[in-house]
């Protein structure tokens, strides 16, 4: 047998499904449809997997993946969520309760054991080289970049990479200050770092937006619990709603986690329009291509250009002559020293996704080139990507600009890269 797996579900006939399909691909299989009687069941066989559906009487599926995930006497058991109830919300509240996989009903029958199986196998580590190859840092830097975090978000598990699984968060010394784009959940990684170093204590976190991938670190965001540290939150509201209820949800998230915020926090509006937010460093933000209010963001400090805009669509070759969007952001990466933008996709996956708010890996490198950028980091790659396929695609990058005779030096975003401007 490949391991032992309980399935909670009241509905017999998809709990039957589940269940002849697992034992079919070699599992030991055993059917609850009481969910009262499911956790004493758990305690008692301690399988190796637990598979729930989130409707039940009873107690409800997340509410016993949080039982599960929090009784020591059950350490490590992997919980499968099985649901019909498949919008992003449940799926967030699914993560926040410790599910190690979602899956939506009607599942595929043909690929639903290899994913349940997917979290028995062994995950082995894949550590970040110790210094990733830096862009060509320039002498006498005015910016520090370094990357925590720059893929998509998952709802499933993932096999570890090279590049990193984090989601987004950038961070940049400039002037003597610290500044954090987006809080992903590589803003965990940052904080702690900003917290053993004790060099900072205030902290600017300028947010491109508020979809989960770019807020969700800051439910374990160390320096939020010290006091004696100030943290500015800037980020550009939504129509119907402002900063402090735009943060509120990831913030009692965090709060349920036990992260008690200690430190003051300052909230700050942001337009599309100039600002000197250090003596000597002008921002400017910028609406984004992307769905609701996306900020990207252009620094500008002792002669030097940097941009970040993890989010955006560039048109490319489907622009058309009402389209303006490729030239404004033409017009402000113009002869920039770094750009870290968006490239989530190949170009031959492009075509699936075309307008849903994320570039061709493709269309950025060409825009990069127009605007005779000299360092460009393709950011927010897809999570399902492997590491071979992120290989591939800087690897036609690089080729792109020496073909076409762009100036760029070009990398993928990879945690732990270091980059000085």
Request: with cysteine.
């Amino acid at each position: 047998m490949l391991g032992k797996i309980i399935i909670v579900d009241d509905d017999d006939i998809a709990g039957d499904l589940s269940r002849a399909l697992l034992n079919g691909a070699g599992f030991e299989v055993e059917l609850l449809t009481e969910s009262r009687l499911a956790l004493n069941r758990i305690r008692q066989a301690r399988p190796d997997i637990v598979v729930l559906d989130i409707l039940m009487p009873g107690i409800d599926g997340l509410s016993l993946c949080r039982q599960i995930k929090n009784d020591p006497n059950l350490p490590g058991m992997k919980v499968a969520i099985v649901s019909a109830k498949s919008f992003n919300a449940d799926k967030t509240r699914a993560k926040e309760s410790g599910a190690d996989i979602f899956i939506s009903k009607p599942y595929d029958v043909e690929t639903f054991s290899a994913q349940i199986g997917f979290l028995l196998e062994p995950k082995e580590s894949a550590p970040l080289p110790a210094h990733p190859e830096p862009l060509d840092d320039s002498p006498n830097p005015i910016f520090l970049v370094s990357i925590w975090g720059s893929r998509s978000r998952s709802e499933t598990e993932q096999a570890p990479s090279r590049y990193g699984r984090n989601t987004p968060c950038v961070s940049i010394e400039v002037a003597g200050r610290l500044l954090l784009f987006d809080a992903g959940t590589g803003a965990a990684a940052a904080g702690r770092e900003i917290e053993s170093s004790a060099k900072h204590k205030e902290i600017w976190i300028f947010l491109s937006h508020f979809h989960a991938a770019h807020i969700e670190g800051l439910a374990e965001f160390p320096p939020l619990t010290q006091a004696g540290n100030t943290v500015h939150m800037c980020a550009a509201p939504e129509t119907d709603a402002g900063l402090a209820e735009l943060l509120r949800p990831i913030l009692e998230t965090g709060a349920r986690r036990g992260l008690k915020i200690q430190a003051k926090m300052d909230l700050y509006e942001m337009r599309g329009e100039r600002y000197e937010i250090l003596p000597g460093v002008a921002m400017t933000p910028f609406y984004a291509n992307h769905p609701g209010t996306t900020l990207g963001f252009v620094l500008e400090a002792g002669g030097r250009k940097m941009a970040y805009c993890p989010d955006d669509e560039i048109n490319g070759e489907r622009a058309l002559a009402l389209q303006d969007h490729d030239e404004k952001i033409t017009r402000l990466y113009s002869d920039a020293d770094l750009v870290i933008h968006d490239a989530r996709y190949a170009r031959e996956d492009y075509p699936h996704f075309e307008g849903n708010g994320h570039s061709n890996f493709l269309n950025t490198v060409d825009l990069a080139g127009k605007c005779r950028v000299k360092r460009l980091i393709l950011f927010h790659q897809d999570a399902r990507y492997s590491d071979q396929e992120l290989d591939e695609m800087g690897a036609k990058a690089a080729k792109r600009a020496q073909e076409q005779g762009y100036p760029a030096k070009i990398a993928v975003a990879q945690e732990g890269l270091r980059v000085a401007v």
